[in-house]
Each structure stands twice: as structure tokens, then as C-alpha cells.
């Protein structure tokens, strides 16, 4: 499935919590999008979201439907050194373990 970055501005400060969390996971699972993770700013008005999602489309339709901002969608593709060098090879370049993110 297609991965897409989500940049959102906030009107005010992110105040994330459960309910929050719990109504924007079934809402994308109506939708058929799938939220990986995200990323806030330190000043809690802007979120980086990565997602699966079969379209565009689907995202913008999620946003409507929580009433989120989608300012900027950006299709992308993975670029992790882990499939290019071993675990091994990553951290002695780097002098750490490969992220468990993906």
C-alpha cells in the first residue's frame, strides 16, 4: 500500500488523548487508511504523520471526517540503510542500532 507524509498546522496546541487517538483510529479504519506514527513539533502545532493509504483521496477524507488539517500530502517511499547493509554493518557506521520503526 502506498505510503503517504502528512504535514498539519494546528490553530492551537495539540492536546492528543485517548478518546482523541481512539475516534482518529476508527475513523481511518472506515476510511481504509492506516496511521504508522507521527511526529510533533515542540511547540505542539504542527504534526508529521506517516500512513498507509490506497489514495490521496482516502486521507483527505479521514481529515474531513476528524475535522484535522491535511495542509500538505506527499506520497513517499522507505529509505532505510537496514536494506542496504546488514544490522551489523548500520550500527558500527553509525554507532547505533538500526531503528525499529519500519
Known amino acids: 500500500m502506498p505510503l503517504f507524509l502528512i504535514e498539519r498546522n494546528w490553530a492551537e ?3 492528543a ?3 482523541v487517538i481512539g475516534r482518529a483510529l476508527d475513523v481511518n ?5 492506516h496511521w504508522l506514527f507521527s511526529f510533533l513539533s515542540a511547540d505542539k502545532r504542527k504534526t508529521y504523520c ?9 486521507i483527505l477524507e479521514a481529515a474531513r471526517r476528524l475535522n484535522f488539517p491535511a495542509d500538505v500530502i506527499i506520497e513517499v517511499s522507505e529509505l532505510n540503510p537496514a536494506a542496504y ?4 554493518e548500520v550500527e558500527r557506521r553509525s554507532g547505533f542500532a538500526p531503528s525499529a520503526i519500519s
Open 17 to 19: 488523548d485517548s478518546n
Open 85 to 88: 547493509l546488514s544490522r551489523e
Open 50 to 58: 506517516l500512513y498507509e493509504a490506497p489514495s490521496t483521496e482516502a
Open 29 to 33: 479504519k472506515d476510511v481504509g487508511v
Open 13 to 15: 496546541k495539540l492536546q
